[in-house]
């Protein structure tokens, strides 16, 4: 205390005057030359008639400087070199002076900050947030009206609708495996899996209500990406090789999020791998969303279960992205997108007879 006292009063004393004119600026000590502030307010006080309205500009300030501030305090830090080398000595000796919890802190409050404004637009829209309850104890898992909250934060400023769905998993159950038609909110619905359990881990409010989540050790995700020419890697090659990466790091207590594997390949041999990597997985007892044209693997062992995601009963071709627990149709819809896109056998004989 007594070391910033006397720095902070060696740095009272130093008094400056800066000089403007033109693009160039002069710094120079204070040497008691006369302040006119006062004279000139008197002056144009006489004009005043009234109450006027206040149009000055509230300026922010910032903790950093310009270069153009930066430059004039280098100045006077060469005018008045011993209270500046005062406070270098003071600011060398106490640098640890910050507590270590409030140094942590004062980062990682940012962070929840900027995530309570990023939820700001989805509250407005009356989606449901809420602080689940967290176990290691147990893997069932349980949440209510949940969401992708990247997809409802883009939607939210649309003013568009958000489907909501619910989630439950119960303790045997340690696979889902999500299939249905193409565009039918599969991939959105993994993606909403892993984002609620690695919010969860830093301890944010989720999508949802009435949330129950594993405490996981580490979340792993396989996604579809694009080929990498500079690695020479064909894209099968690339999907086994992360596959391993991610078996050989992954525990027990790991959640693991997979999209859609092995679709360069024939259905025969996407079969025979995602037998082979799913039943590794189950092995392990790691938790594990798998998303996948291939419905046989809702098939594959007693503790996997099967979430469809659905169409309107009326007109096939339309989505309603409503992802429910029930066992797999086996169905492609094939005919009804071919439909969406003016490709079936009727639709191409007429266009190609024109």
């Not at 006397?6 to 004393?13: C, F, P, R, S, W």
């Not at 649309?158 to 439950?168: M, Y």
């Not at 659905?310 to 005919?335: H, L, W």
């Amino acid at each position: 205390m007594r070391d910033g006292n006397e720095a902070k009063h060696e740095l009272a004393t130093v008094h400056y005057c800066t000089l403007v004119k033109g693009n160039a600026v002069t710094v120079r000590r204070y040497d008691d030359e006369r302040d006119y502030s006062a004279e000139v307010l008197a002056i144009f006080e006489k004009f005043k008639q009234g109450g006027v309205k206040e149009r000055c500009e509230v300026l922010r300030e910032s903790p950093d400087m310009n270069h153009v501030e930066a430059q004039v305090l280098q100045f006077v830090a060469q005018l008045y070199p011993q209270p500046f080398t005062k406070l270098a000595v003071f600011c060398a000796q106490h640098a640890d002076f910050l507590e270590p919890t409030i140094a942590s802190f004062d980062r990682e409050v940012q962070f929840y900050l900027a995530y309570a404004a990023y939820l700001a637009p989805c509250r407005a829209q009356a989606l449901a947030f809420c602080y689940p309850r967290v176990t290691k104890a147990s893997k069932a898992i349980r949440c209510d009206d949940t969401f992708d909250l990247v997809l409802a934060h883009k939607l939210a400023a649309e003013s568009a609708q958000v489907v909501c769905n619910s989630l439950q998993l119960n303790e045997y159950e340690k696979l889902i495996v999500v299939s249905g038609p193409n565009n039918g909110g599969k991939t959105t619905f993994a993606r909403m899996f892993g984002q609620l359990h690695y919010l969860a881990r830093l301890g944010c409010p989720v999508p949802g209500r009435n949330a129950s989540l594993f405490l996981c050790d580490a979340l792993f995700t396989h996604f579809e990406r694009e080929e990498n020419a500079q690695d020479m890697r064909g894209k099968l090659r690339d999907d086994l090789i992360r596959i391993h990466d991610i078996l050989a790091q992954a525990t027990s207590d790991s959640i693991i999020v997979m999209n859609e594997i092995f679709s360069s390949t024939t259905l025969a041999d996407a079969l025979f791998l995602s037998r082979r990597v799913v039943g590794a997985i189950v092995e392990l007892g790691s938790l594990c969303v798998c998303v996948t044209f291939i419905e046989e693997l809702t098939q594959l062992s007693g503790e996997a279960m099967s979430m469809v995601s659905e169409i309107d009963p009326a007109e096939p071709a339309v989505r309603t992205y409503k992802i429910r627990r029930r066992d797999a149709d086996f169905e492609a819809y094939a005919m009804s997108v071919a439909q969406q896109y003016g490709l079936t056998y009727e639709q191409l004989k007429e266009r190609l007879e024109l």
